[in-house]
Nanobody
Framework: VQLVESGGGLVQPGGSLRLSCAAS????????MGWYRQAPGTERELVAI???????NYAGSVKGRFTVSLDNAKSTVYLQMNSLKPEDTAVYYC??????WGQGTLVTVSS
C-alpha cells in the first residue's frame, strides 16, 4: 500500500485546511485509515482514525475542530481542520491499517 498526502501549508490561527491522502496498491486490504502528527521534539501522536464502516476516533485536543472522512471508492481519507491553533503545527502523516505511512505533510499555524 502506498499513501500520498497533500494539502498542508501555512495558515493563520483560526483558519482551516483540508488534508487528503490517497492510497494505491493493495488498497482493497485497508480496514482503517487515519492521521497522526509529530511536532518538533515530540512523539508522533494519533489525530483521528476512521474505519471503512465509518467508525471514528479523535484525539481529545482536536475533537470538535477536526473531521476525518473516507471515500471508500477512491481509497482516500480526508482531514478537515477548522479553528486551527499554533499548537496544531506539526508534520501530519497518513496511516493505513497501522502499518503503512505516507511521507508527511507540514502544517504550520502562525500569524
Amino acid at each position: 500500500v502506498q499513501l500520498v498526502e497533500s494539502g498542508g501549508g501555512l495558515v493563520q490561527p483560526g483558519g482551516s485546511l483540508r488534508l487528503s491522502c490517497a492510497a494505491s496498491g493493495s488498497s482493497f486490504s485497508i480496514i482503517t485509515m487515519g492521521w497522526y502528527r509529530q511536532a518538533p521534539g515530540t512523539e508522533r501522536e494519533l489525530v483521528a482514525i476512521i474505519s471503512r464502516g465509518g467508525s471514528t476516533n479523535y484525539a481529545g485536543s482536536v475533537k470538535g475542530r477536526f473531521t476525518v472522512s473516507l471515500d471508500n471508492a477512491k481509497s482516500t481519507v480526508y482531514l478537515q481542520m477548522n479553528s486551527l491553533k499554533p499548537e496544531d503545527t506539526a508534520v501530519y502523516y497518513c496511516n493505513a491499517n497501522g502499518d503503512f505511512w505516507g511521507q508527511g505533510t507540514l502544517v504550520t499555524v502562525s500569524s
